[in-house]
């Protein structure tokens, strides 16, 4: 299958490539570890599990890469790495297969090639987020096609505009939660709720992940949510539970984006 790519895409890729273009070859021991983190990274994306990769993000991005929604990638291959300022930054161009929720190709998983930034930060390799890169994107904006257009039929997604530029979060974006904390209170009964919303043409179906915890209960007021409405995901601590000293961590999987969105719960 080839890779999707837009003609200007490609073109952003390569201008953001440029400034890391231009040094010497690594030393194979620099390179060899640089390909260790980026595999374990995206691996775990593979696998489902986007939390193992938070070790492997810098710093000043955990709070972006915490926030944002996670796709579910299919497979993975690192294309090329290019080095700049002295072997301590790189960008590396991967290509993931992943369902795309657009028009006509939702149904078969395609090949996408994304940009990913790397940087030394307290001697090993980590993953961060520079807001320039994220424009680079295959695709354009995302607009409502008129009724009965070329066969998609009223409030279809039409084809992207490349000439408009949406980031790929952005994309994943249009099925959110309204938080990404839930607080109960560890000394009494308490309640809360997170509301997920669907901005997509059509249903998605998602699943509540959570850990079990003594006294909570978790659950959703439907399992399937149809175009922009949203299911509501009700949190209840119960009386005379111990509350945990520690946050819990869970998720909303969605499908058939394969995303997936990351809750926490805080006791207080």
């Not at 700049?84 to 991967?94: D, G, L, P, R």
């Not at 890169?133 to 295959?138: S, V, Y």
């Not at 043409?201 to 949203?230: H, M, S, T, Y």
């Amino acid at each position: 299958m080839k890779s999707l790519l837009f003609p200007n895409t490609a073109a952003l890729l390569l201008l953001s490539l440029r400034a890391f273009a231009q040094t010497p070859a690594p030393p194979p021991e620099v390179d060899a570890a640089l390909r260790a983190r980026i595999t374990k990274f995206y691996q775990s994306q593979v696998d489902g599990k986007p939390r193992l990769a938070e070790a492997l993000v810098a710093e000043e991005s955990k709070d972006v890469f915490y926030a944002m929604t996670k796709p579910r990638y299919l497979s993975f291959s690192i294309e090329r790495i290019d080095y700049a300022e002295n072997f301590t930054h790189a960008k590396a161009s991967i290509l993931v297969k992943m369902y795309i929720p657009i028009a006509r190709l939702a149904k078969d998983p395609i090949d996408l090639a994304i940009p990913s930034l790397w940087k030394i930060e307290n001697g090993e390799w980590c993953w961060y987020i520079d807001p320039d890169t994220l424009k680079t994107t295959p695709f354009g904006k995302m607009n409502a096609a008129p009724a009965g257009a070329d066969g998609n039929g009223p409030g279809a997604v039409a084809p992207p505009d490349a000439k408009r530029g949406m980031t790929v979060e952005e994309l994943w974006q249009k099925v959110k939660a309204d938080k990404s904390v839930v607080v109960l209170q560890s000394a009494r009964p308490s309640d809360d709720q997170v509301a997920i919303l669907n901005e997509m043409p059509g249903p998605v179906k998602i699943e509540v992940r959570f850990p079990p915890v003594p006294g909570l209960e978790v659950k959703a007021d439907r399992l399937e949510i149809p175009a922009n409405k949203k299911a509501i995901i009700s949190f209840h601590f119960k009386e005379g539970s111990k509350a945990p000293a520690q946050p819990v961590v869970g998720s909303v999987a969605v499908e058939p984006i394969h995303s997936e969105i990351p809750l926490r719960i805080v006791f207080r």
